[in-house]
């Protein structure tokens, strides 16, 4: 850890923000030191980090394995200035691929839209308004698929 803050102080520090130095503490401590940890850099080879890759591909995201990637390659980038290139391991390993099962994703069908958009325009009897405040926000963002932050940049 302390080899880290010293990279983040001579390295990270200038190019991230704090909530981006939260992020890369968060990635080292909870998903590089308990793994690689107690491993001199000196000794790790290019074999135990693409074991180290494998064993959190299964259950890590793209973007995750990817900063945890570029972490490692800083970290290596900047250990090796001293020492030589030859003892940037990082430069032999490539960026790993996620084994996670990727969701399918599918749009809605004609009828399914019928049925949203009837209940979205529905009227309480009671006070002929709308029966629900952000009726017409669903079917905006059904109709031109608009992401929900976006929409929300248009208030």
Known sequence: N??????????????????????LVSLYNYKIKPVLGEEKMKTLSKK??????????ENCCETVL???????KKMYTYYSKPNGPEFNIMNKVKCPQSQKEKK??????????????????????ETNRPKYMYGNAVKLLLHTNMKIGEALALT
């Open 66 to 72: 990817k900063d945890c990637y570029v972490l490692l």
């Open 104 to 125: 399918e994703k599918r749009g809605y069908t004609p009828e399914e839209l019928k049925r949203i958009f009837a209940v979205a325009d529905s009227i309480n009897p």
């Open 48 to 57: 135990r980090v693409e074991l180290f890759f494998d064993s959190i591909s």
């Open 2 to 23: 302390d080899f880290f803050e010293k990279v983040y102080i001579d390295v990270l520090k200038d190019e991230a923000k704090n909530t981006n130095y939260i992020k």
